[in-house]
């Protein structure tokens, strides 16, 4: 601004001894400056962290002032929900907006739009706007909790690789593990440092970072109650369609087993939303068309029960759960025809995998009956569309936090349809001494995955913990040897497990377009 003054509020490149640097590189004597203008002018929030003039940052704030209030408002929104949404909050859509104007009220801000100017202008950090709507206390706040951060630099960069560098040498004290990966074909190097800071000193990292010219910047706490949560899921949605077929093989009949666990998840799905409400400090704005949406995602549970439950009285538990595990293709395939940029020969790849694994259960030593094979691909089918449903709406309607009261709505529909069924049996066949136990069966291996799984969501990055939901596979294969005394001949096995393995493969050459 000292040198081209108006001009500079046009930059689009700066070079440094002919190599083009980031906006904020430090200058030392002795080097030649290259600007390149555009014809508009181009200034963003960020300028006014790097200049130093107070006439540099009125000119980049006249400038962003005059835009207009519709893209002020726009801006301001996308960076304090850009920092909520880091802090695993949700969206800003689903707080009461009175309660969140209300707070505002010691920032001297009378609305959510004039905060959002405010934002876009420059003349309040958005962090203290978070802080201001969502405070914690300042024990939380110095907290220091073990933070793992990954990104990406270009490793060809000598300059973008010394800015990163410096900013690791400022958290060499917090620094508990550093790894650095190159990838031989484009060059980008990959970073994961392992840290022990504070929320506080996360924040600031990661904007560092940004100055610094790092790219897909990640930061996720690997807490042990995530990794309990884990567990528990794994371990218990492996051992869910083995205590079916133990149920099934005891006595219990399929429709009054549907009936219970259709029951039982109204029940649970209450008393859940009763304590997320009681346990809220916060009020929320209300679902928008609940109980349209609702309706939707509980037909693909109702589907999910029904086929699992019919599949149980045909099927080996441990094939079963490996044939639900193609989800990971069936989102894959779908996501290949429905991006914008459509890969067609990725899709028929995917498309002949997954003909080709439905071909092996089929033919392959000792296969179940084809009633029991159809019935777990419709299992398949209906879990597979309620994900991409609930994922839909939660975006589309802008639902995180929330949940609980879409899972409410899904438990009454679920409830209504459990009443109606029980018409159709007998109390001797509904009631008796598996009854409680059932009961006890869904709360473990249905309610509660359920809930640490969403639960995860909104601490772990979904493509972070979903690879191990395939060691359900395994733990079935232990449970239903333990407990029912099924086992199965060696071939079967190994198809398995190597269907398994080439699953594993698959996601992790990222050829899935994680979804829900």
Sequence with gaps: ?????????????????????????????????????????????????????????????????????????????????????????????????????TRLRPLQLDSLQSAYIAIADGRIDPNEVYETLFRKTHEQDEHKQLLLVKYSTDSSDLHAMEMVNRVQQNYACSLRNLRFTRSKKSGEGTVLMKLQITEREKDKLKQELIDAGATNIEAFVRSKRDTAFLAFIIIFWGLNPVLIKWFLLHGMQPLSLITLRLLSFSFFSIVYYGFWRFLSHIPYSPVPHALRNALVGALGLLGMTVFTCLAMAWMIPSIHLAILRLNTLLLALIALFTTQQKNIRRSLLTLLLVLF??????????????????????????????????????????ILIRFPIFSLYVGIIL?????????????????????????????ACVFLPHLFHHLLLRTMRFKHFTDLYLLEVPIAMFFEITLLGIVLPLTQYLIIIGLLICLMLYRRKNLLVHTL
């Excluded at 200058?27 to 555009?38: G, R």
């Excluded at 003039?53 to 929900?81: C, K, V």
């Excluded at 392959?364 to 839909?392: Q, V």
């Excluded at 049996?425 to 009854?435: E, G, H, M, R, V």
Aim: aromatic share 10%; with cysteine.
């Design 1 to 101: 601004f000292s040198m081209f003054l108006e001009n500079a509020l046009h930059l689009r490149t700066l070079k440094i001894n002919g190599k083009e640097a980031t906006f904020n590189a430090p200058l030392t004597n002795s080097v030649t400056l290259e600007a390149i203008f555009d014809e508009q002018s181009n200034p963003t929030r960020n300028w006014l962290q790097w200049v130093q003039t107070r006439f540099a940052t009125a000119m980049i704030r006249g400038a962003l002032i005059g835009h207009s209030p519709e893209e002020r408002i726009a801006l301001g929104h996308d960076l304090l929900q850009k920092i909520i949404a880091e802090q695993n909050g949700g969206f800003i859509e689903e707080f009461d907006e009175q309660s969140l104007i």
């Design 357 to 398: 694994v439905i071909a092996v259960f089929i033919f392959m030593p000792g296969a179940p009956p084809l009633l029991g094979l159809l019935l777990s691909l419709l299992s398949l089918l209906s879990y597979t569309f309620y994900s991409l449903r609930t994922e839909w709406m939660m975006q589309r309607s802008k």
């Design 415 to 443: 409830g209504i349809c459990g009443l109606l069924l029980i018409p159709l049996q007998t109390s001797a066949s509904l009631w008796n001494d598996l009854t409680i136990p059932t009961i006890l069966y869904l709360f």
